[in-house]
Nanobody, 124 residues
Framework: QVQLVESGGGLVQAGDSLRLSCAVS????????MGWFRQAPGKEREFVSR????????YYADSVKGRFAISGDNAKNTVYLQMNNLKPEDTAVYYC?????????????????WGQGTQVTVSS
């Protein structure tokens, strides 16, 4: 059974940092590209970041570029999202997702597996 489990969310103030983790099981980690998405109440799920494979190319939404960093660890089957200089508009539930390579992209519908999400709340 494929499982993606996010952790690391919490309540922080603007300017603080958090690191989210996504532990993956049930699939061959190196065969999948990984992405992070977020969804605020009443809003559409939006792309945040993706990585083709651990140590591979990365891509970021303009809204988080320069503040967030995605990375992966093949040995631990885990993908991370380091979030720095958080802003109130970053408040959302953050989801990790997997798409089998060579598939990739920024549209949620392209991804095959999803975690349950972790809440990030940033106060002003």
């Amino acid at each position: 059974q494929v499982q993606l489990v996010e952790s690391g969310g919490g309540l922080v103030q603007a300017g603080d940092s958090l690191r989210l983790s996504c532990a993956v099981s049930g699939l061959t980690f190196s065969n999948y590209a990984m992405g992070w998405f977020r969804q605020a109440p009443g809003k559409e799920r939006e792309f945040v970041s993706r990585i083709s494979v651990a140590g591979g190319p990365t891509y970021y939404a303009d809204s988080v570029k320069g503040r967030f960093a995605i990375s992966g660890d093949n040995a631990k089957n885990t993908v991370y999202l380091q979030m720095n200089n958080l802003k109130p508009e970053d408040t959302a539930v953050y989801y990790c997702a997997a798409v089998r390579r060579p598939g990739t992209g920024i549209l949620p519908g392209r991804y095959d597996y999803w975690g349950q999400g972790t809440q990030v709340t940033v106060s002003s």
